[in-house]
């Protein structure tokens, strides 16, 4: 009997650990942030609201999906004025969310991955690769990433200080905490 029960656990455990965990996201502490940057100063925009999934399959990562969006008007850079800017360059009418979709995810080593996906902003979807570190602590996991966004790509009108564009590279940190 107790060798029946065993056989049915690892059966079981097996099936369990095979399929996609499903994350918890905890929206208390995850963030994406973005940073851009004149002649004159950088800046520093943060949003806390990181709506959507996120499953693993950690047996085989090209199962896993993200899916991801972020209400544009969410975006906080401690400047009423240069915010509302921000809102009136992307359309937040017109295109409130960016998105991020994963289409494959490759696992580098045991913390490192490639998230390909489609990065939909400004009504534009362009697909890119996002390097994502991920460290595992008993059911607690963190997602790290960081990488550049082209606005030029997205249609952006840049904005201008004194004649001058801002740059056209806008670098994008994400940090999401969850359960598993």
């Known amino acids: 009997m107790m060798k029946k029960f065993i056989s049915i656990l690892l059966v ?10 499903k994350i ?3 929206r208390s502490v995850s963030f994406i942030r973005y940073t ?3 002649f004159f100063h950088g800046w520093t925009g943060q949003s806390n609201t990181i709506n ?10 090209s199962n896993s999906v993200v899916n991801i969006s972020i209400p544009i008007i969410s975006f906080d850079s401690g400047n009423d004025n240069r915010d509302s800017n921000m809102l ?4 937040e009418d017109k295109y409130p969310n960016l998105s991020f ?4 995810i490759l696992a580098i080593d045991q913390s490192d991955y490639k998230v390909n996906g489609l990065l939909n902003f400004h009504g534009i979807e362009i697909e890119i690769t996002v390097p994502v570190k991920v460290s595992i602590d008993s ?25 001058k564009p801002i740059s056209e590279l806008i670098e994008v940190e994400l940090f ?3 359960t598993i």
Do not use: C, M, W
């Open 101 to 104: 979709s994963s289409t494959d």
């Open 24 to 26: 918890n996201i905890d």
């Open 36 to 38: 851009g940057s004149h």
């Open 176 to 178: 999401i905490k969850g």
């Open 52 to 61: 959507g999934q996120i499953s693993i399959d950690f047996n085989n990562p």
């Open 88 to 91: 009136f360059v992307t359309d």
């Open 139 to 163: 059911n607690l996991i963190e997602f790290n990433s960081t990488f550049k966004v082209n606005l030029n790509d997205y249609n952006i009108e840049r904005p201008k200080l004194l004649l």
């Open 12 to 21: 079981l455990t097996t099936f369990v650990f095979a399929q996609n965990q």
